[in-house]
């Protein structure tokens, strides 16, 4: 520990971060790069297949029950009304009756004059092969040393001729590219996560759910980062991954990770510990705000505790999806056809739209804003719109029958027996300050959606409360520590990280709302969200780097050999741990 006093910082992360990837995967986006960046490359984590079958599914993978209820229509409204009461705006059936009148906008608040330039329209993605006929792409990609499947894939040979015409397509498109292809191109989207679980369904088997995930890795590693396969041996890696992972999904990137991209050794954390570090905490409540779900976990001492974990079904594409249906129901959205289940380029563009106008605060905003159409492929078309109620949308994340979550359908209950449990060893391990559990009830890395507790697997698992906004699920996971000296101290300490965390004037709303939540009878009277030290969408990658640098023992890193001749059984016959016991190893050189 001496050379820990001496050490320059820079000449830690360059000595430490060079080899080290940190891989921080996500719903929509995957977080990854070298320890010693600054910022990781932020990747949309989809990939496009070319298919000549017909007829073809544009979105293999969207599954999502989209059609909303009368009773979620009947539900949707009356949260609309109630965030309506609370934000001092008109209820919907006065916006209704004085919808024949046009209404007289006033100061516009709801968007940026920093950002009043014209945001320029998505261009969709050129499917075909530049030059099929030469083959220097792939002999380019030869003198690197790659022989990535994945780069094999996108200059296969076996492309398919449109016609009489010579060109081809490309076999496979990822990240951002792949969701700018045109619906009328013969391309199947996929992703390989969706709500914070690998997306195996009946259309969408696990072991091409793997082969996806395993084919964006390889492309990110070899034409983002540089890394050739043949290279990989001198690298380690440290996954981040969701709290909503369970042993099994855990297991299986291990493999990725290990096996198929040839890391010499890898380790697991999770996103709440590692966003704590991220921003130099050792004791926080984490609120992780994703594309898809959000979560919220406690850490105490540098440890997390599993029992303080809460996980709702939204996130900012639930956002972006309610911002439309507002929009729509004032009637100020263009007559197009904007479809973000079957056209993803259309959820880019709700996305932008509300980062750049949607804002937390009281009173009517408006806000003038440019929306685009994207019609089969043809050049996209600009709208410019007037844009209402846009503090509606993000009040979604405390009042969610607003956003209507969509209804997922789990993968088989076979997917979760997991006979040869990773982590059966630690669910009776003695936790720092962990308290007590009632009798049959252990403490999970994934308690799972509302709708996936019917199943037999979950039965001895703590059930999740449905319909719960964000400052109940903040909240309930702060009192569940049972310790008024930690709750207080947890209730001044909440850290919002993701992209959602972004949202302007979020903070003061969690504040506002936790504090009203907290039950009358617990002597609490202070809630502070802390203001981040570093970008909240990047910060669990960041607190990745940092454990990975500052764990100099690594005796609970996992080597490929040893994980390829015996599974999850290391070099000394140990079963490996879960991140909840590799998260102490860590802290314990910190605080040396």
């Not at 079904?313 to 479809?339: A, K, N, V, Y």
């Not at 159409?373 to 949308?393: F, M, Q």
């Not at 040869?420 to 252990?442: I, K, V």
């Not at 780097?545 to 140990?574: E, K, M, P, Q, V």
């Amino acid at each position: 520990m001496d050379y820990l006093k001496t050490v320059v910082p820079s000449q830690l992360l360059s000595e430490r971060g060079s080899n080290l990837v940190v891989i921080n995967p996500g719903s929509a986006n995957i977080r990854i790069g070298l320890a010693s960046q600054d910022t990781p490359l932020n990747f949309a984590h989809c990939i496009a297949r070319h298919t000549t079958q017909v007829p073809r599914r544009n979105v293999q993978d969207q599954l999502l029950n989209s059609q909303v209820s009368t009773a979620q229509y009947m539900e949707r409204e009356k949260a609309y009304d109630t965030i309506a009461s609370f934000l001092k705006i008109p209820f919907l059936d006065e916006e209704v009756a004085n919808n024949s009148y046009p209404r007289k906008m006033g100061r516009v608040d709801g968007y940026n004059p920093q950002n009043s330039r014209k945001e320029p329209a998505f261009d969709w993605t050129d499917v075909n092969e530049k030059d099929p006929s030469s083959s220097s792409s792939l002999e380019s990609s030869e003198n690197k040393g790659t022989t990535s499947e994945a780069l094999g894939q996108l200059e296969d040979e076996n492309t398919t001729e449109l016609g009489s015409s010579n060109h081809k397509y490309k076999k496979v498109i990822f990240g951002e590219e792949a969701q700018k292809i045109s619906p009328m191109a013969p391309y199947t989207l996929r992703r390989p996560i969706r709500r914070g679980h690998l997306n195996i369904s009946q259309h969408y088997p696990m072991q091409q759910v793997l082969e996806d995930v395993h084919a964006i890795w390889d492309f990110i590693l070899t034409e983002k980062l540089h890394i050739p396969l043949r290279e990989r041996n001198m690298y380690a890696a440290m996954l981040v991954v969701p709290e909503t992972f369970d042993s099994r999904e855990i297991k299986e990137l291990l493999s990725i990770v290990l096996h198929d991209l040839r890391f010499s050794s890898a380790v697991v954390h999770q996103e709440g510990l590692a966003a704590a570090f991220g921003n130099g905490l050792s004791t926080a409540c984490v609120v992780k705000m994703g594309a898809q779900v959000t979560s919220v976990i406690c850490i105490e001492d540098g440890v997390a505790l599993p029992t303080t974990e809460k996980t709702l079904p939204f996130g900012g594409e639930d956002i972006s999806r309610c911002f439309l249906w507002t929009q729509r129901h004032h009637q100020t959205w263009p007559q197009i056809r904007t479809d973000m289940f079957a056209k993803p380029i259309d959820l880019l563009m709700l996305n932008r739209l509300k980062e750049s106008c949607c804002e937390i605060k009281e009173g009517e905003l408006d806000a003038v804003g440019i929306v685009h159409s994207y019609e089969d492929g043809l050049p996209a078309g600009s709208h410019k719109t007037r844009l209402t109620a846009l503090n509606v949308p993000p009040m979604g994340l405390f009042f969610p029958m607003l956003l209507v979550p969509d209804a997922y359908p789990p993968p088989p209950s076979v997917w979760f027996r997991d006979y040869e449990d990773m982590l059966e060893d630690t669910w009776h391990m003695e936790f720092p300050r962990r308290p007590e559990m009632p009798d049959g009830m252990y403490p999970s890395m994934n308690i799972g959606y509302p709708m996936w507790d019917t199943y037999p697997v979950f039965a001895a698992k703590p059930k999740k409360e449905e319909k719960v906004g964000l400052a109940e699920a903040i909240t309930s996971s702060i009192l569940s520590t049972g310790r008024i000296d930690l709750q207080r101290k947890l209730f001044c300490s909440i850290q919002l990280v993701g992209g959602v965390a972004l949202t302007r004037g979020l903070v003061p709303a969690v504040e506002e709302r936790v504090l009203h939540t907290i039950p009358s009878n617990e002597a609490i009277d202070t809630v502070e969200v802390l203001q981040p030290r570093a970008n909240p969408t990047f910060v669990s990658w960041k607190g990745g780097a940092i454990l990975g640098i500052l764990d100099f023992g690594r005796d609970a890193w996992i080597h490929r050999d040893d994980w390829t001749r015996n599974g999850i059984h290391i070099g000394s016959g140990r079963k490996y741990k879960d991140s909840y016991f590799l998260q102490a190893q860590a802290m314990c050189y910190i605080n040396s």
